[in-house]
């Protein structure tokens, strides 16, 4: 049985790829801080390895009996990325690639790399510009979360030898329900306030591009990677996406979807002044090299991600913990607090 480091394994993506591992007769080994709690493990528990720790931190043991490394840790989004640009990079750039070395010298093959589409990101000043771009596009990535996938695939692309198959993958953005549930993904952001409000708001009118992909069709992706043969993967760097949709688009194919289920939304455009991501990306070498298709349509997601939702309970859409600016943000209000007061309920020495 091969065993896999899953570093990040109870984040949104981390949980859904280790239930895939483990149905597939992986053994499964998670590094994670667990920032959002063990929750979104909670149904394969008993049959993982967890060890807690900080990817900035971990030492070589952790890589004693791995086969190969799936890193998916690290920070995941802009909001995030910008709030803390120090730790981010530290994470998403260095740590993967202290990790990479380990590998090299522990004699593990294998390393597979969660990058970004973001790393394409031109905006919407130069519509001249906003062209389909494939893994060969020259690219420099300003934003921080970007600038961090990119500099970490560069350090591993360097590492690749006869011994060393580092894969990278740049993943459009991911929607669908995971354990670890976010409501701060497009499309699972039109879902929650379908829900709780009836309306699908589209910023910047809906017009920017973006490349869309499902939650199961980027874990079956990894694991594609994962068992594809060395030479096929050994070096490359793979667009993952199910197809590219404007904004505009994709609220009415959740609409639809919604309608399916008896969810009636009202769509409204807001064209006020706000950032925007806007880029699309060609599929055609991984579908060319590897033959992966992504196959979960955008309306099977969403009915998917509804039925879950209301299965599980994952109703309070209000909670912090849905969504990782407010919620690392809530973290850092509370260690303030504790450091002041001590433990919350258990008596602290009084001031003499």
Same mark, same amino acid.
């Given at each position: 049985?091969?065993?896999?480091?899953? %570093?990040?394994?109870?984040?949104?993506?981390?949980?859904?790829?280790?239930?895939?591992?483990?149905?597939?007769? !992986?053994?499964?080994?998670?590094?994670?801080?667990?920032?959002?709690?063990?929750?979104?493990?909670?149904? $394969?528990?008993?049959?993982?390895?967890?060890?807690?720790?900080?990817?900035?931190?971990?030492? $070589?043991?952790?890589?004693?009996?791995?086969?190969?490394?799936? +890193?998916?840790?690290?920070?995941?989004?802009?909001?995030?990325?910008?709030? +803390?640009?120090? *730790?981010?990079?530290?994470?998403?750039?260095?740590?993967?690639?202290?990790?990479?070395?380990?590998? @090299?010298?522990?004699?593990?093959?294998?390393? /597979?790399?969660?990058?970004?589409?973001?790393?394409?990101? #031109?905006?919407?000043?130069? &519509?001249?510009?906003?062209?389909?771009?494939?893994? &060969?596009? @020259?690219?420099?990535?300003? *934003?921080?979360?970007?600038?961090?996938?990119?500099?970490?695939?560069?350090?591993?692309?360097?590492?690749?030898?006869?011994?060393?198959?580092? %894969? $990278?993958?740049?993943?459009?953005?991911?929607?669908?329900?995971?354990?670890?549930?976010?409501?701060?993904?497009?499309?699972?952001?039109?879902?929650?306030?379908?829900?709780? @409000?009836?309306?699908?708001?589209?910023?910047?009118?809906?017009?920017?591009?973006?490349?869309?992909?499902?939650?199961?069709?980027?874990?079956?992706?990894?694991?594609?990677?994962?068992?594809?043969?060395?030479? &096929? %993967?050994?070096?490359?760097?793979?667009?993952?996406?199910?197809? +590219?949709?404007?904004?505009?688009?994709?609220?009415?194919?959740? #609409?639809?979807?919604?309608?399916?289920?008896? =969810?009636?939304?009202?769509?409204?455009?807001?064209?006020? !002044?706000?950032?925007?991501?806007?880029? #699309? %990306?060609?599929?055609?070498? =991984?579908?060319? /090299?590897?033959?992966?298709?992504?196959?979960?349509?955008?309306?099977?997601?969403?009915?998917?991600?509804?039925?879950?939702?209301?299965?599980?309970?994952?109703?309070?859409?209000?909670?912090?913990?849905?969504?990782?600016?407010?919620?690392?943000?809530?973290?850092?209000?509370?260690?303030?607090? =504790?450091?002041?007061?001590?433990?919350?309920?258990?008596?602290? +020495?009084?001031?003499?």
């Amino acid at each position: 049985m091969r065993k896999i480091l899953l %570093v990040g394994g109870a984040g949104y993506v981390g949980t859904v790829l280790a239930e895939e591992l483990l149905e597939r007769g !992986y053994a499964v080994r998670i590094l994670d801080r667990l920032y959002y709690g063990e929750e979104g493990l909670r149904n $394969i528990r008993d049959r993982v390895e967890l060890i807690v720790g900080d990817m900035r931190t971990v030492k $070589i043991e952790v890589l004693e009996g791995i086969d190969a490394v799936l +890193n998916v840790g690290g920070l995941s989004n802009d909001p995030t990325a910008e709030y +803390n640009p120090k *730790a981010n990079y530290e994470m998403n750039a260095i740590a993967s690639r202290k990790l990479a070395v380990f590998c @090299k010298e522990q004699g593990v093959p294998r390393y /597979i790399f969660a990058s970004s589409c973001s790393i394409y990101d #031109r905006g919407v000043s130069d &519509s001249q510009q906003d062209v389909l771009q494939d893994e &060969s596009t @020259k690219v420099n990535p300003r *934003a921080a979360y970007s600038r961090s996938k990119y500099d970490a695939e560069q350090s591993l692309l360097e590492m690749a030898d006869n011994s060393f198959c580092p %894969v $990278i993958l740049r993943k459009g953005t991911i929607h669908g329900f995971s354990p670890r549930m976010r409501y701060d993904l497009v499309v699972n952001t039109f879902v929650k306030d379908a829900l709780s @409000k009836g309306v699908l708001t589209l910023h910047y009118g809906g017009e920017i591009w973006r490349p869309v992909v499902d939650i199961r069709d980027v874990a079956r992706t990894y694991i594609a990677c994962l068992e594809a043969d060395t030479a &096929s %993967v050994r070096g490359e760097v793979f667009n993952v996406c199910f197809q +590219n949709v404007r904004i505009s688009e994709l609220a009415l194919r959740v #609409r639809e979807a919604l309608r399916q289920l008896g =969810i009636q939304v009202d769509v409204r455009p807001d064209y006020g !002044y706000k950032a925007v991501r806007n880029y #699309r %990306v060609s599929t055609k070498k =991984i579908e060319q /090299i590897l033959g992966i298709h992504p196959k979960v349509t955008i309306e099977d997601s969403v009915v998917d991600m509804v039925q879950k939702v209301q299965q599980y309970g994952y109703t309070d859409f209000d909670n912090p913990k849905y969504y990782n600016i407010r919620w690392m943000r809530l973290l850092e209000e509370a260690q303030k607090v =504790i450091q002041t007061t001590g433990s919350v309920f258990e008596t602290v +020495n009084e001031v003499p």
